[in-house]
């Protein structure tokens, strides 16, 4: 039972780094989208997108926390514990991220809608590269069993850093990719083709980076890298092939199913990791799903709860994603006043 | 909204580690409650609002329910994201509490986490689907956030009034053996406390809607458009204020058996005794009681009906198992009482005169007091909330994990505290502003509602145009 709870959890972590983690990568392309003029389309494109959305996909860190601390409390608390300063600058980004995206779109004078807009972009990029380097110290077995006190050195090893720099590699992927296939819907072959590269281009640097943390990965947990080009091998090379798939189709200026495809590589890429944890919840610790410290009956509630959910998000987010797709939602009912680039381009442009 | 001055207030009086972490707690709660009832409450307004306009085809009923939703949109993000904050607090400043008892207290915030999804996605549809999605069809895409609002509430209040009534589990040498979800979730105060929160959610949303019109109507904006917005959240959160009293009654008596030494705290009972006299307002101080209004008996009357009634007084536990600051509890459970009383009264006056004279009341004192009202409703809440919240201490869970013993053992909160106090400031003013700035958009008629082309940044060369650029 906990063996399933376990994957409820990582299930969740998964839908959270596919659907939230494109939205993060939608502030980074926002941030990098250059001067008003220039940026116009794509931070439009990405305005669009993301408004009805990011709301409901920002759920699932919610959901994540919740099942973490129920069905494994005695991690959840040490993980809090030792990796405090990373989680405190994540709220913190995730606080101005929601709050930045919210204002920038009803504030009317430019220049306030451009720190909200800056708010908003530069905690796009600082927030997953925070959660990414918690990760990274999970992995690395930088978290002691009992951990009371925060640890610097827990989330500053270059593979927890690497991973930092992997998860806002990804999220850029991801949402460059996705926007691809948004601005394929709206027939903007320029938005469509600015995307494509900018997809690529994230699509060499989230590999090279995963490939980096995998070699670092093999002084700084071996045992964690044997099991994953071991037992999780499968899943790593599916990442890997879905990578170079988006890669390819990208470069024949095909669109359909890329979103697919891509999602489904990040999506290896955590299951890789859960596969080769397994059963451990902290490695270098003896905390292992079973002994995390909940109850049978815990379980069972997770479980159930988990299949609800199924049963009443999954139609739900179908009906939210259908209607976002065919474009029925539509920002601009409520928007006049559009966003704008960040405070920092902003200088450099005058 | 000055919750975190508030928070301020209510730490200030104990030493410890644990200070800076409940400040902290205080000022981020203090400030979400505020937008979480919003979030239960302002959507059913908005739904009762469209609804009017769409039977009756009343153009300006329709006008209100999109305007409401602008800024529902707003507040919406603010308390996601202010909610996710206290997610992350639960675990990094009360690391202790989630450590022993996150398996029990989790499930309810699981089932919460549930009603926030479907909150969040139709959310999603109903605030971005006005102009594509047909009326009705618009309208039914709103239902489910105020219903999983109520439900939602429900959930998060499970919590807190386990804490103040743990059960429904078994533990052995620190380790939780067994949980029995339904009494989890229905323990024993929360068939208080739910109906409790959930009715102040309602007060505060119709009460603040109510007040933003008052206020125009005072400066002699006396037309259809604010008549018609002050009675949408006036009249339903009048109508639940004698519910609410009635609730706040029977919980008072609760608490009074279930958590003595809070009630005693509450009304200044030092010794358990009988013909216990009330006390309204004044502050203890060293077994005195200065400038309060003493009306004999009233105590034994409330919690048993007779004058016989024997009350516990805090001197039934240690002097360390006792809430620090009494009066502050005290004057906080007589400020929420009495503004609840007020708010009665002016629901009483309303319906007087549309009993006598078929229209609402012509008084200035009346308006002035409808403009109040919101604030008024806020700063009960959140007394209420300081007497639920300071009164169980020093428990975090109820006789079975001290607040101490929960806390972090993390140094650095006071630098969290000060940068989180400042961040919300700035939250909040932001909020406020933007609210106003809506406010004004919409009086200078600039047309929102009309349809306007997504455009990108009016850039001084460039003037907005049509999205694709291609």
């Known amino acids: 039972m906990a063996d399933a709870v376990g994957a409820i959890l990582l299930a969740s972590v998964t839908l959270y780094a596919i659907l939230g983690g494109a939205d993060f990568g939608g502030g980074l392309w926002d941030l990098l989208a250059g001067t008003t003029r220039r940026g116009r389309a794509p931070r439009a494109l990405i305005e669009d997108s993301i408004t009805p959305v990011w709301e409901a996909n920002h759920v699932w860190l919610v959901f994540d926390l919740v099942i973490f601390w129920t069905a494994f409390p005695r991690a959840f608390a040490a993980v809090m514990n030792a990796a405090a300063l990373p989680l405190w600058l994540a709220a913190g980004g995730i606080v101005l991220r929601g709050a930045g995206f919210a204002f920038r779109k009803e504030v009317s004078t430019l220049s306030v809608q451009r720190v909200a807009g800056a708010a908003f972009a530069f905690s796009s990029l600082l927030t997953p590269f925070f959660m990414g380097t918690v990760i990274g110290a999970i992995a690395t077995g930088s978290i002691p069993a009992g951990a009371d006190h925060a640890s610097l050195s827990a989330w500053t090893s270059p593979t927890a850093l690497l991973a930092g720099f992997l998860f806002v590699a990804a999220c850029g992927y991801l949402a460059a990719v996705y926007l691809v296939g948004e601005a394929a819907r709206r027939g903007d072959r320029r938005l469509q083709a600015y995307f494509a590269r900018r997809a690529q281009v994230g699509a060499i640097v989230a590999g090279a980076l995963s490939l980096a943390g995998l070699a670092e990965l093999s002084t700084s947990n071996p045992a964690l890298y044997a099991r994953l080009t071991g037992r999780a091998l499968p899943l790593v090379v599916v990442a890997g092939v879905c990578g170079l798939a988006v890669f390819a189709l990208l470069l024949a200026g095909r669109t359909k199913g890329i979103q697919v495809v891509a999602a489904l590589g990040v999506a290896a890429v955590v299951w890789g990791w859960g596969v080769a944890q397994y059963p451990e919840l902290l490695p270098g610790t003896a905390v292992t799903l079973t002994n995390a410290g909940a109850p049978q009956a815990t379980y069972t509630a997770l479980v159930a709860l988990f299949i609800v959910a199924v049963l009443l998000i999954g139609p739900s987010f179908a009906l939210l994603f259908s209607l976002q797709r065919r474009r029925m939602l539509s920002p601009s009912e409520h928007s006049p006043a559009p966003p704008s680039e960040p405070l920092r381009l902003q200088l450099r442009h005058r | ?470």
């Open chain 2, 1 to 470: 909204m000055r919750p975190s001055a508030m928070a301020l207030l209510a730490a200030a009086p104990w030493s410890g580690d644990v200070v800076p972490a409940r400040a902290q707690m205080a000022t981020t709660l203090g400030f979400h409650i505020i937008l979480a009832c919003l979030g239960i409450a302002l959507p059913t307004i908005v739904l009762l609002a469209e609804f009017i306009g769409l039977r009756r085809h009343d153009e300006t009923a329709l006008r209100l329910a999109r305007r409401w939703s602008q800024a529902m949109g707003v507040l919406v993000a603010v308390g996601a994201v202010t909610g996710t904050v206290l997610s992350f607090e639960m675990g990094l400043l009360w690391p202790g509490l989630m450590r022993r008892y996150g398996a029990v207290l989790g499930l309810p915030f699981g089932i919460e986490g549930l009603f926030f999804f479907l909150e969040a996605i139709f959310a999603g549809i109903y605030l971005w689907g006005w102009r594509r999605l047909p009326g009705w069809a618009h309208w039914w895409s709103g239902v489910p956030i105020a219903v999983s609002g109520i439900f939602g509430a429900m959930s998060v209040i499970a919590v807190n009034s386990w804490m103040n009534q743990p059960g429904g589990f078994t533990e052995r040498n620190g380790r939780i053996m067994s949980v029995n979800l339904w009494q989890v979730f229905f323990n024993h105060a929360a068939l208080y406390e739910m109906p409790h929160m959930i009715l102040a959610a309602y007060m505060v949303s119709g009460f603040l809607v109510a007040g933003v019109y008052a206020a125009g109507i005072l400066r002699g904006r006396r037309d259809r458009y604010h008549y018609s917005g002050f009675a949408l959240g006036f009249v339903p959160a009048a109508a639940l204020t004698p519910f609410q009293i009635f609730v706040g009654d029977t919980a008072a008596r609760a608490i009074a058996h279930d958590q003595p030494v809070k009630f005693a705290s509450m009304e200044y009972v030092a010794r358990t005794s009988r013909q216990v006299p009330e006390w309204l307002g004044g502050v203890y101080v060293n077994g005195r009681i200065y400038g309060g209004v003493k009306i004999p008996y009233l105590d034994s009357v409330l919690v048993g009906f007779g004058p016989g009634t024997r009350v516990i007084g805090w001197d039934s536990v240690p002097p360390a198992d006792r809430p620090p600051v009494v009066w502050l509890l005290h004057l906080c459970f007589d400020v929420m009482v009495g503004l609840g009383f007020v708010l009665l009264l002016a629901g009483l006056w309303a319906a007087w005169a549309w009993w006598r004279h078929r229209r609402l009341p012509r008084q200035r004192l009346f308006w002035l007091l409808g403009a109040v009202s919101g604030l008024a409703a806020i700063v009960a809440m959140e007394c209420g909330w300081v007497v639920t919240e300071v009164g169980r201490q020093p428990w975090v869970v109820y006789r079975l994990l001290s607040t101490t013993q929960a806390a972090t053992a993390n140094g650095g909160i006071v630098t969290s505290l000060s940068l989180i106090i400042v961040v919300y400031a700035v939250l909040g003013t932001a909020t406020i502003a933007i609210l106003r700035l809506l406010a004004r958009r919409w009086r200078r008629g600039e047309a929102t509602e009309a349809a306007v082309p997504y455009g990108p940044p009016l850039s001084v060369d460039q003037p907005a145009g049509p999205l694709d650029s291609s």
